[in-house]
């Protein structure tokens, strides 16, 4: 079994437990910015946490262009238990601003406008595409990174060698679910600490356990 083989049976291994995945991050898809800062705060927090903060951040600033005229150092009093508190919220109100007078209030449906974005690197951006837009996207989350190469389909830690590296094993239309799917076993089953080697449904294909 290749390498590209054994990534499409560790999809449909996985299928069987989530079925259809979705971004575990809270948002109003009539208002899609509302995803683009859930996952800006994400970084180096979990969405849990990003969870709770949100629902009070999207009441007191409800449209972009609020985002865009908000005062920095009260974003940052919302978003405080997110960490690097000063960063996102200065990342989210530039950003905003970004949207409304560059690009005419619509997220860029590329991946070289996004970047563009202060804070955007090109995890945020592939979700962002994926999630939105419906495009093949590859988002190297932390378990995804962890869990890819624990399978033996990577041999690297460096989110753009990784991102490469699965491109090129999974097929574009599976490729965000495939991600997400990464994501709910590496929380459930795969974890960092303790994995739960005995209770995993793909050992067999898993170079860690051997």
């Known amino acids: 079994m290749n390498k590209k083989q054994k990534t499409a049976e560790i999809n449909r291994t996985l299928t069987t437990l989530y079925p259809e995945p979705v971004c575990e991050l809270n948002y109003n898809q009539n208002k899609p910015h509302e995803l683009l800062i859930a996952a800006r705060l994400s970084a180096q927090c979990t969405d849990k946490r990003v969870n709770q903060v949100t629902p009070a951040l999207f009441a007191r600033f409800p449209t972009l262009t609020d985002f865009a005229y908000a005062d ?27 949207l409304v007078n560059t690009y005419n209030c619509t997220i860029p449906d590329s991946m070289d406008e996004l970047i563009k974005l202060p804070g955007i690197g090109r995890k945020t951006a592939n979700l962002l595409l994926g999630t939105l837009y419906g495009k093949p996207a ?47 076993f590496g929380r459930e089953f795969c974890k960092a600490q303790s994995p739960k080697c005995a209770e995993c449904g793909v050992r067999e294909m898993c170079t860690y356990i051997k």
């Open 138 to 184: 590859i988002v190297t989350d932390t378990h995804v990174i962890r869990l890819s190469n624990r399978f033996g389909l990577v041999n690297t830690k460096n989110p753009e060698k990784v991102e490469s590296a699965l491109k090129k094993l999974i097929v574009p239309e599976e490729s965000l679910n495939f991600c997400h799917r990464l994501v709910l």
């Open 72 to 98: 920095v150092s009260e974003v940052e009093e919302f978003v405080r238990s997110c960490g690097l508190y000063k960063t996102k919220a200065h990342d989210i109100v530039e950003t905003c601003k970004m």
